[in-house]
């Protein structure tokens, strides 16, 4: 019997009905219409804080190495599906490693559409185009930025390339210029006139290879250009933490300020790896513990 014909309601909150004929007592599933099923929020476990994870204001005041390397060897981010996307062969001390791999999580906040997704590249290493290949035969757009590689050589590995001979620089290098053939410009400028000129407001993954005196460079766009920092759904960063037999509390401070950033914006570390090819470990005496040099991390933002 419909829910009108007995002039009842149903409060869908508390599970009940309440009618005003007397002596009749209904349940909610006893009625037409039944109550509509609520869709489950698919951002809720990315919602929760990394703060929420752990005692204390650990991720806003460094402590300890400690700490820091807890953030990264412990990620936050529920990512229920992972892909591991391209990488190649490398052998190392007589044993073969996978390397260039990148993680990128599946879930359904961050599926890709093939002919509409796009990844920008920042760093790549010459010959390392396996990722980049990777999500272009799924039908992505790639767009790559890299001094070193060949123009014409790179766009013609594969239609869906894009590339751009841009050497990332600051506002200093970019008033005075550059002895360089190739133009200083600041990362955020770069990303910014790609998204006007490709009428987009997000991009789903952005991978940043990038090292020495490129790093002065990142914090631009991580801390200062947020604005830009926010249209990338995934962020994938290769970190490297000091030198041989110890870490650079320079290098920590610098990522501690990027993974600040990055938290209080939203992001979630859902994926740390250690570089199976570069990384060298080393030991916190204090803390007891054993620790990597090289990372490569991977960040998510879902939105509704």
Request: aromatic share 10%; charged share 30%; proline share 4%.
């Amino acid at each position: 019997m419909a829910i009108d014909e007995l002039n009842c309601s149903v409060n869908c909150r508390r599970g009940s009905v309440t009618c005003q004929t007397r002596g009749l007592h209904l349940e909610p599933r006893d009625v037409e219409p039944t109550c509509p099923t609520v869709p489950e929020k698919r951002c809720r476990a990315w919602g929760r804080s990394a703060l929420q994870r752990r005692d204390g204001d650990w991720l806003w005041q460094l402590g300890s190495l400690d700490k820091f390397f807890d953030y990264l060897d412990n990620p936050h981010g529920h990512c229920l599906h992972k892909s591991l996307v391209g990488g190649r062969i490398e052998e190392k001390q007589k044993k073969i490693y996978m390397d260039g791999q990148k993680v990128v999580c599946t879930d359904p906040p961050f599926i890709m559409k093939p002919d509409s997704c796009k990844v920008f590249s920042f760093g790549i290493r010459m010959t390392h185009y396996e990722f980049e290949l990777t999500m272009a035969d799924f039908g992505c757009k790639v767009f790559i930025f890299d001094p070193e590689a060949d123009r014409k050589t790179v766009e013609e590995m594969h239609p869906n390339f894009k590339m751009q001979l841009l050497r990332i620089g600051d506002d200093r290098r970019e008033r005075r210029g550059s002895s360089s053939i190739h133009e200083w410009r600041r990362m955020s400028s770069i990303i910014d006139s790609e998204l006007r000129s490709n009428k987009s407001y997000s991009i789903d993954y952005l991978k940043l290879d990038v090292q020495g005196d490129e790093l002065n460079f990142l914090e631009e766009i991580i801390t200062k250009r947020t604005r830009i920092l926010i249209r990338f759904k995934q962020i994938s960063i290769k970190i490297n933490i000091g030198v041989i037999g110890t870490p650079s509390w320079a290098d920590v401070d610098r990522y501690h300020r990027y993974f600040v950033s990055l938290e209080r914006r939203g992001y979630r570390l859902f994926s740390s790896t250690a570089d199976p090819v570069q990384h060298v470990r080393f030991i916190l005496p204090e803390e007891n513990r054993i620790a990597n040099t090289h990372y490569d991390l991977v960040w998510g933002k879902c939105e509704e």
